[in-house]
């Protein structure tokens, strides 16, 4: 929330905005704006007054500004959505989703199964503009949560990707990154299990400490499975949840066209 002494100054960049669109704004006009609009962060409201005096070709409304604020919340595009949905189908990729685009791509994902890909698209655009209009109207913010495939190499791509685009936490990144090499180094054959377990006879010094080093990273990435693990449960119950109000709200609306 604003100060007021923050009110006060953005109610004055709603009246200074305004006069730049050759409009009039009373002060207590301005200040009911501001007050609606006291929930956002600073920057964002800035910027978005900075977009209505760009792009604005009639009246300042308050509708407007949110718009705008709406608009910059990180939330992709329909069309955007509907290709990441589409790359969430293959199920050996890893796909970086916010929870609009898993719900609205689980009521897709049986009419896309059954190649009904514009009837497909269709039901996910619409599901997806309907959820994010309720989330922004409650007030929710953008998330991001990675949907993992069964291609590693794709993985660790996705994971990086998400983490320099800064829609993945960093701890969280290196959860993922740390669960992927464990993978890889556990696919490595007997060799490395035989010199880890003690059965591959005597060893150096120099393959002693080579061992040591392998056996904490080991350990590390034992930890690190066992936090995504947690992280992964957490969000299959979530993702379930979601996924069964999604098919609930689908056969309450087929059943409403077909009584209505």
Same mark, same amino acid.
């Given at each position: 929330?604003?100060?007021?002494?923050?009110?006060?100054?953005?109610?004055?960049?709603?009246?200074?905005?305004?006069?730049?669109?050759?409009?009039?704004?009373?002060?207590?006009?301005?200040?009911?704006?501001?007050?609606?609009?006291?929930?956002?962060?600073?920057?964002?409201?800035?910027? &978005?007054?900075?977009?209505?005096?760009?792009?604005?070709?009639?009246?300042?409304?308050?509708?407007?500004?949110?718009?705008?604020?709406?608009?910059?919340?990180?939330?992709?595009?329909?069309?955007?959505?509907?290709?990441?949905?589409?790359?969430?189908?293959?199920?050996?990729?890893?796909?970086?989703?916010?929870?609009?685009?898993?719900?609205?791509?689980?009521?897709?994902?049986?009419?896309? %199964?059954?190649?009904?890909?514009?009837?497909?698209?269709?039901?996910?655009?619409?599901?997806?503009?309907?959820?994010?209009?309720?989330?922004?109207?409650?007030?929710?913010?953008?998330?991001?949560?990675?949907?993992?495939?069964?291609?590693?190499?794709?993985?660790?791509? &996705?994971?990086?990707?998400?983490?320099?685009?800064?829609?993945?936490?960093?701890?969280?990144? %290196?959860?993922?990154?740390?669960?992927?090499?464990?993978?890889?180094?556990?696919?490595?054959?007997?060799?490395?299990?035989?010199?880890?377990?003690?059965?591959?006879?005597?060893?150096?010094?120099?393959?002693?400490?080579?061992?040591?080093?392998?056996?904490?990273?080991?350990?590390?990435?034992?930890?690190?499975?066992?936090?995504?693990?947690?992280?992964?449960?957490?969000?299959?119950?979530?993702?379930?949840?979601?996924?069964?109000?999604?098919?609930?709200?689908?056969?309450?609306?087929?059943?409403?066209?077909?009584?209505?």
């Amino acid at each position: 929330m604003l100060s007021s002494d923050e009110l006060a100054e953005l109610a004055a960049a709603i009246v200074a905005t305004a006069e730049t669109l050759g409009q009039t704004i009373s002060a207590s006009a301005s200040e009911m704006m501001a007050d609606d609009l006291a929930e956002f962060p600073q920057p964002v409201i800035a910027g &978005a007054l900075r977009a209505c005096r760009r792009e604005l070709t009639g009246k300042l409304t308050l509708a407007a500004i949110l718009q705008r604020i709406q608009g910059a919340d990180g939330r992709p595009e329909p069309n955007e959505a509907w290709a990441i949905a589409v790359d969430s189908f293959d199920q050996a990729a890893t796909v970086l989703m916010t929870p609009e685009i898993q719900q609205a791509a689980s009521v897709a994902t049986p009419i896309y %199964q059954g190649r009904d890909k514009v009837g497909a698209r269709m039901a996910f655009l619409a599901t997806y503009e309907r959820l994010v209009v309720d989330a922004r109207q409650q007030g929710v913010a953008v998330s991001w949560v990675l949907s993992l495939g069964h291609s590693q190499e794709g993985r660790s791509l &996705a994971i990086e990707t998400a983490q320099r685009l800064g829609r993945l936490p960093a701890p969280v990144a %290196q959860d993922l990154l740390e669960y992927h090499h464990l993978e890889s180094i556990a696919n490595d054959g007997s060799a490395i299990a035989g010199l880890l377990t003690g059965e591959a006879g005597e060893a150096t010094p120099e393959v002693n400490s080579h061992l040591d080093k392998i056996r904490k990273r080991l350990a590390r990435r034992q930890k690190a499975k066992l936090r995504l693990r947690d992280r992964h449960l957490r969000h299959e119950r979530e993702d379930m949840a979601r996924r069964r109000a999604a098919v609930e709200e689908t056969i309450k609306n087929l059943e409403e066209a077909r009584h209505g």
